[in-house]
């Protein structure tokens, strides 16, 4: 690992002016090309304390061993020069984006001296006019087969026509009427020539024109009483209008634009692009690419612009460019642009209408494909297997870690710390595993004291399940960690590896807590954010697992997941106690007379204002539960008055409840709080601590996770 003032360029050394810099390794390979607009402030943000930079800008600067640059004119030119050294050289810190697939275009070989129409992938061609792309060929084909009633251009090979010119005769489609022979000669070249670019000139979207041109000519042929070529165009015309029907209109001002989307995590990201050529979208395409830089999402847009259009000119760039965010600064990008189309580029974000609806389509598509390329990575068996296997080496373990826990702590600046336990078994999570735990022993923020006591409790119940059944033989370890109706038994099944989130305080905690209770056949490790570094018990130095290592992307889901669960069962605690209501005291009270007794009075506040006897006028509602209402909100301390967070205003009026209020209180939960945040409601912790389990729920968050659980047990919780 380099040291970064060992190769720093002395001062006054670096020109104060646009360029181009790289930074190479020790093997004289380039790792991170760059641009800016002063070169000298640029790279001295670079050669500053390591703590100050961004964890992936440290791990790139020390991995480094020298720096060049190159000065250009312009901030343009310097876009250029970045995008052609980041093709050539491939460096492995920058952002480059992978197609999941290569995508089939409509092409026009305008470069040869018969145009031919086909399916095209791979690398564009010069003098090639191409459409799209397009999801699948086959959606390519039926377009040009509706279209060659109208634009019979030629469709076969170089070897179909040669043979049909030697021999005199055209293919099927010259007879049906779908191609207009070219190769014998019943038409001209440069005849079939027109027919080519009245076909590309209705694939760019002037549809309209073309049309009304064809029903003048119906027109004309019905008053001179051609009726059969009045037919034929008729039918053309329904051709043509059949294929624009199979792109829905999108924006109806006819807009030729690229609408780019960004879907991002911490590790990756996923560009969508939608192509609209005459208001119709008439291609999509997608990359997703590793974060092995620190990028924001313009700077993501940024090198999609540079990946999408840096071979394009003309026609292939649209007037329009429409984007999530804006390039810093943007005035280079957007000249850039315009140099490539040869005429004016507008780079925005859509603000409303049309243009922002459809952006959010393509949003929700980013976001589709950033799931399915994460799903598809994960759930792929060979690196599953090629993930624990490194996983096993880097922590010398002596087999794969089949089963791996994790464990997180979450809490509000000190209020309602919580914890998580996620399961994965062969590199896939269990979530009929996965276990929330409340902080009891202490009040207040305490991360490393947090992660011990859960783990004491977690492995003093695996001890508790073990020594019911002392040595098993085959037969009898299956049958105790069962329970009758063959579920698993809560925390009966130990792990091989304990991952927690943090560094060396985590970990000690975590070993600590182990070797109290005697375990001394799991390892532990924990993952710090900083770096992602892998810390093992003691140990003085981290364990750095290769940034492109799949055990490295495995612990990073594993982390990742306690932490999403960690935070769903924080919020969620955090939003029943704003919800908390008097009422919930009330033995024997149940959700519907809660329910009822809201409705009738309108309001929380009028309820509380109430006698008992017109309590009792409440059906359902006897003296007794009465009196105990009353007694219920006299115990309760009054609740801090509303207060509009513009004006300063204190709210004197209270809202009346609508007919859906549970009656849990005033506050409305915030939206989308009362889940986990992974399509299910994990189970709620028993308030009874480590001991018997009297109210036949689960204690301690042994019980699996269960839809609709947090809402059944929501009095469960302390």
């Given amino acids: 690992m380099a040291d970064p003032s060992s190769y720093r360029p002395k001062p006054g050394q670096i020109p104060d002016s646009p360029g181009v810099y790289k930074f190479r390794d020790e093997h004289r390979r380039v790792i991170y090309v760059g641009k800016a607009k002063s070169l000298r402030q640029r790279l001295a943000s670079y050669f500053q304390d390591l703590a100050n930079l961004h964890p992936r800008t440290a791990t790139m600067v020390t991995t480094a061993a020298s720096v060049e640059w190159t000065v250009v004119a312009t901030e343009t030119a310097a876009l250029q020069l970045e995008y052609t050294w980041i093709k050539e050289y491939d460096p492995r810190f920058n952002v480059k984006y992978r197609d999941d697939k290569s995508y089939p275009y409509l092409a026009v070989t305008m470069n ?14 010069k003098g090639v006019r191409y459409f799209g792309p397009y999801g699948h060929a086959w959606a390519i084909r039926d377009t040009v087969d509706l279209l060659l009633r109208v634009f019979p251009v030629r469709t076969c090979s170089a070897g179909v026509f040669k043979n049909a010119a030697r021999t005199g005769r055209p293919c099927l489609l010259g007879y049906i009427g779908k191609c207009s022979a070219p190769c014998v000669d019943r038409v001209s070249a440069e005849e079939h020539r027109e027919l080519a670019e009245d076909f590309c000139e209705f694939m760019t979207g002037r549809t309209g024109t073309y049309i009304r041109r064809l029903e003048r000519q119906m027109t004309d042929a019905a008053e001179d009483m051609e009726y059969e070529r ?14 624009m029907e ?62 999408l259009y840096g071979e394009e000119t003309g026609d292939s760039v649209p007037k329009e460019v429409l984007v ?18 040869g005429s004016n580029v507008s780079l925005r974000i859509p603000q409303r209408g049309d243009k922002k609806a459809l952006m959010e389509t393509v949003a929700r598509n980013a976001q589709q494909s950033l799931v399915l390329h994460k799903t598809k ?26 089963r791996i826990e994790c464990y997180d702590i979450s809490h509000l600046q000190g209020d309602d710390v919580v914890a998580s336990m996620v399961v994965f078994e062969d590199g896939l999570a269990r979530k009929s595993e996965y276990r929330r735990f409340q ?26 399940e073990k020594e019911k059944t002392g040595e098993w033989s085959p037969e009898q370890a299956q049958e105790s960690l069962t329970e009758e109706d063959g579920r698993p038994k809560k925390f009966a099944y130990p792990p091989q590896l304990v991952v927690v989130d943090g560094g060396q305080p985590q970990v000690a905690a975590a070993q600590r807590a182990l070797d109290e209770l005697g375990i001394d056949d799991i390892a532990v490790c924990g993952l710090a954010k900083r770096l992602e570094e892998v810390w093992v018990p003691g140990e003085d130095d981290p364990v750095i697992l290769p940034r492109t290592s799949e055990g490295l992307y495995l612990l990073q889901r594993v ?51 109430a006698t008992i006897d017109q309590i009792c006028e409440v059906p359902g509602i006897g003296r007794k539960t009465a009196e105990a209402v009353l007694a219920a909100f006299a115990q309760a301390v009054p609740a ?58 689960p204690s301690d968050s042994e019980a699996p996770t269960r839809v609709g659980a947090a809402r059944t047990r929501r009095g469960m919780e302390t």
């Fill in 112 to 125: 040869e001296q018969f145009p031919r129409v086909q399916v095209m992938r791979g690398q564009k061609k």
């Fill in 246 to 307: 199979k792109s829905a209109v999108v924006l109806a001002d006819a807009t030729d634009a690229d609408l780019i989307a960004v879907a991002e995590d911490e590790l990756e990201a996923a560009v969508q692009i939608f192509h609209v050529r005459g208001g119709r979208v008439r291609g999509q395409r997608g990359w997703v690419t590793d974060k092995v830089e620190a990028v924001t999402t313009a700077d993501l847009v940024e090198h999609a612009l540079q990946q």
């Fill in 230 to 243: 009045a037919a034929r165009l008729r039918d053309d015309i329904d051709a043509l209008k059949k294929a």
């Fill in 377 to 402: 990575r994960a759930s792929d068996l060979t690196t599953r297997s090629r993930a624990l296997e490194e996983i096993a080496a880097a922590l010398e373990l002596d087999s794969a870690p089949l």
């Fill in 324 to 341: 999530p965010a804006l390039p810093d600064p943007v005035e280079p990008v957007q000249e850039w642009l315009t140099q490539r189309r």
């Fill in 559 to 609: 982390r990742d997941e306690a932490h999403r669960f960690a935070i769903g069962y924080q919020r969620s605690k955090r939003t029943k106690r704003f919800k908390a209501s008097p009422l919930d005291a009330v033995p024997g009270l149940g959700e519907a007379r809660k329910q009822t007794l809201i409705k009738h009075f309108g309001s929380v506040k009028k309820l509380r204002s």
């Fill in 640 to 697: 801090a008055p509303a207060v509009n967070t513009a004006t300063g205003e204190i709210m004197e009026e209270e809202e009346p409840a609508t007919a859906g209020d549970s009656g849990h209180g005033e506050q409305p939960a915030p939206a989308g709080d009362s889940s986990d945040g992974g399509g299910h409601s994990a189970p709620a912790e028993d308030s009874h601590g480590d001991g018997p389990d009297t109210t036949g729920a």
């Fill in 439 to 464: 902080i009891k022993g202490f009040e207040g923020q305490d991360d490393v004291r947090s992660m011990h006591e859960v783990l004491t409790r977690r492995f003093r119940r695996y001890l508790a």
